[in-house]
């Protein structure tokens, strides 16, 4: 089973930066979509941004045009770079990976995925 563990979460100033990685355990990455979600305190989990396994990528209205994902298969890792953060966005980051056809990927959090990470933490605050 594929292994996923996230980094690069901490804190941050609001209208800053943060890239965070998702880095899997298995050579086998290539053929997994790989998805991004982040959950507040007693809120659903909320699918952010999903990036295919061919590299098509897709984001939710809250974050399109702040967020970017990508995918290095040679290093079996996926990131999220976030830009202009805001204060809203101080939660746990997760990502999930997810065997889904050429060019699908998911950002329902009941999406087909079998792996998920253990999170890392964002906090946006002055």
């Known amino acids: 089973q594929l292994q996923l563990v996230e980094s690069g979460g901490g804190l941050v100033q609001p209208g800053g930066s943060l890239r965070l990685s998702c880095a899997a355990s298995?050579?086998?990455?290539?053929?997994?979509?790989i998805s991004w979600f982040r959950q507040a305190p007693g809120k659903e989990r909320e699918g952010i941004s999903c990036?295919?396994?061919?590299?098509?990528?897709n984001y939710a209205d809250s974050v399109k045009g702040r967020f970017t994902i990508s995918r290095d298969n040679g290093k079996k890792t996926a990131y999220l770079q976030m830009n202009s953060l805001k204060p809203e966005g101080s939660t746990i980051y997760y990502c999930a990976a997810g065997a889904l056809g050429f060019r699908l990927c998911v950002l329902s959090p009941d999406g087909p995925f079998g792996s998920w990470g253990q999170g890392t933490q964002v906090t946006v605050s002055s």
């Open positions: 990036i295919s396994s061919s590299g098509d990528s």
């Open positions: 298995e050579f086998t990455f290539d053929y997994y979509a």
